[in-house]
């Protein structure tokens, strides 16, 4: 007797940019321009869900680093209040939707996804650490 593959398979199958594309229809997106001004402003935790190595290398100041493949267990520890205002960023956009969605879904109701991630930011010359 052999066990293998889901409990359940999808009806079609869907490649990792399907996923992504699936999320972005359920996520708030604003581009860097826009979080910009909300870091500006403040009262927004910039959620960065990149590896520690990543993180390490440069961040947003002040953002908290909870990698996407931990944060279901982890975010409740650093972020317990489901009305914190959140800015989810990874490197380019795609792991913080896909995190962003899953916030969503654990009941955080004011995340916004960064469009184009640590690399846009970087780019438009935005603080860092």
């Known amino acids: 007797l052999a066990i293998g593959g889901c409990a359940k398979k ?3 199958p869907m490649t ?4 992504v594309a699936e999320a972005k229809q359920n996520v708030c997106e604003k581009s ?3 979080c910009k001004v909300l870091f500006d402003n403040g009262g927004y935790v910039f959620l960065d869900c990149r ?3 990543e993180f390490k290398m440069g961040h947003i100041p002040g953002s908290v680093n909870i990698p996407r493949g931990v944060l279901e267990f982890n975010v409740a520890n650093k972020i317990p209040e489901k009305d914190t205002k959140i800015v989810m960023y990874c ?3 795609s792991r913080g ?3 962003a969605c899953t916030l969503c879904r654990m009941g955080y109701n004011n995340v916004v996804n960064m469009d184009g991630g ?12």
């Open 16 to 19: 990792a940019q399907d996923i």
């Open 51 to 53: 590896e520690p190595k």
């Open 32 to 34: 860097v321009s826009e």
């Open 97 to 99: 939707c896909l995190a």
């Open 10 to 12: 999808a009806q079609t």
């Open 118 to 129: 640590w690399f846009a930011w970087e780019k438009a010359g935005y603080p860092v650490e």
């Open 91 to 93: 490197k380019k956009g």
